[in-house]
Structures are given as structure tokens and as C-alpha cells.
């Protein structure tokens, strides 16, 4: 399930489920959305992006999908792994400028 | 995609000290930025580095507190001065290629812990 941690949100699944992470962003002008993993001691890795003239784009075992109208974005991963255990942000960009991110959600993944 | 090799990875530094945390990219890049990210929180952009002029800072943070040099496309450094407890966090160089795909990397973050 999805709980609100002392920073984080948290989203707890077991191997081989799918998980989905959501992420609102604010600025109607964003025309380019990014999401990326971040593992204890590193730095955020880049996973999948996506243009705002799409609404969904596929990667291996990831999707994202944006919805302009309500300004929301999602993160698909499918059979979840414990190696996807991580934060993830949604990164938010206008005209290929500085990036906004999200607030994140931790994804816990048990055996 | 750009490789950013960051340096110091982690450092425990004295209050009232500064640190000075390295930047080099193994290609020439467009855009290069810092970030703060306190802990068990999200990145917050401090400022954009432009090569060979002033750094463009965001709101809350000033050039006083947080020096930064680019002197050419492919090296930046920036600075935390006169440190206190509250200035420990991890710090994060990134570039902007201005592409899709792999177009905004990260380095591998400062941590740094001011006693």
C-alpha cells in the first residue's frame, strides 16, 4: 500500500507486481517530463522521458503517461524487481531549460 | 550521455569553513547546474552555470553563500561558504544537452556534513 513517510511518500509492493508512481506537477507551460531513479549514495539515473505532444511512451519494463489536462504524470514498472527498489522523481522542464522535480516516492519492493 | 565525475564524494567539515565541490563533464555541454538535496528530500535547483559570466541563481540562494565558476563548457565548481550544520546536505552537479534522451544527467553528489 501507499503511505506518507516523515519526508517521503512510500509505496510498498511485492516482487513480480506492478507498481505505479504518480507525480502532479504545476506549470501548464512544462513540455518536457522526465523520471528518474535515485539509489541510496547516488545520484538521480536518468530512466524514461517523455515530450508533451505524447500521452504515453513505453521502455523496457516502464511506462509513462502524461495527462496534460490535469497536469499528471505517471511511472509504470512492470514485474517489479528488488533491484527497483529506490526513490523516483518526476523532473519537469519548459523549452529544454532548468529542471523542477517532484517531491518523490520511495518504492519498496519485498522478496 | 555526458559522464560527470564530481568531486569531493563526501567530506565532514568545520562551521564557518568552506568547501569547494568540482564539476568536470567529458564533453562539452550546453547547460551545467547545482543542486541541493537535504535529506530524505527532492533536488532543489541553487543556480545555473553559465560559462564565463555570473552564475544565474534561484530564488533563496545568493552568490555570497554559494560562490560558482565555470571556465569553460566542460568544468564547474562551486563553492559552500561559511558553512553551518544546516548546509549539510548532498550537493549535485548536472548538465543539459538540450536533447531528448539521456539529455540531463547527473553526477554521483557531494555529501557533505558540516559539526
Known amino acids: 500500500g501507499e503511505s506518507v513517510g516523515l519526508h517521503l511518500p512510500t509505496l510498498s509492493v511485492q516482487e513480480g507486481d506492478n507498481s505505479i508512481i504518480n507525480c502532479a506537477y504545476s506549470n501548464s507551460a512544462s513540455d518536457y517530463f522526465i523520471w528518474y531513479k535515485q539509489e541510496s549514495g547516488k545520484g538521480p539515473q536518468f530512466i524514461i522521458d517523455i515530450r508533451s505532444n505524447m500521452d504515453k511512451r513505453q521502455g523496457q519494463r516502464v511506462t509513462v503517461l502524461l495527462n496534460k489536462t490535469v497536469k499528471h504524470l505517471s511511472l509504470q514498472i512492470a514485474a517489479t524487481q528488488p533491484g527497483d527498489s529506490a526513490v523516483y522523481f518526476c523532473a519537469e522542464t519548459a523549452g529544454y531549460s532548468t529542471l523542477t522535480f517532484g517531491k518523490g516516492t520511495m518504492l519498496l519492493v519485498s522478496p | 550521455s555526458a559522464v560527470i565525475s564530481q568531486k569531493p564524494s563526501r567530506d565532514i567539515c568545520q562551521r564557518g569553513t568552506s568547501l569547494t565541490i568540482q564539476c568536470q563533464v567529458d564533453s562539452q555541454v550546453t547547460m551545467m547546474f547545482w543542486y541541493r538535496q537535504q535529506p530524505g528530500q527532492s533536488l532543489t535547483l541553487i543556480a545555473t552555470a553559465n560559462q564565463g559570466s555570473e552564475a544565474t541563481y534561484e530564488s533563496g540562494f545568493v552568490i555570497d553563500k554559494f560562490p560558482i565558476s565555470r571556465p569553460n563548457l566542460t568544468f564547474s565548481t562551486l563553492t559552500v561558504s561559511n558553512m553551518s550544520p544546516e548546509d549539510s546536505s548532498i550537493y549535485l552537479c548536472?548538465?543539459?544537452?538540450?536533447?531528448?534522451?539521456?539529455?540531463?544527467?547527473f553526477g554521483s553528489g557531494t555529501r557533505l556534513t558540516v559539526v
Open positions: 548536472s548538465v543539459g544537452t538540450g536533447q531528448v534522451n539521456y539529455g540531463y544527467t
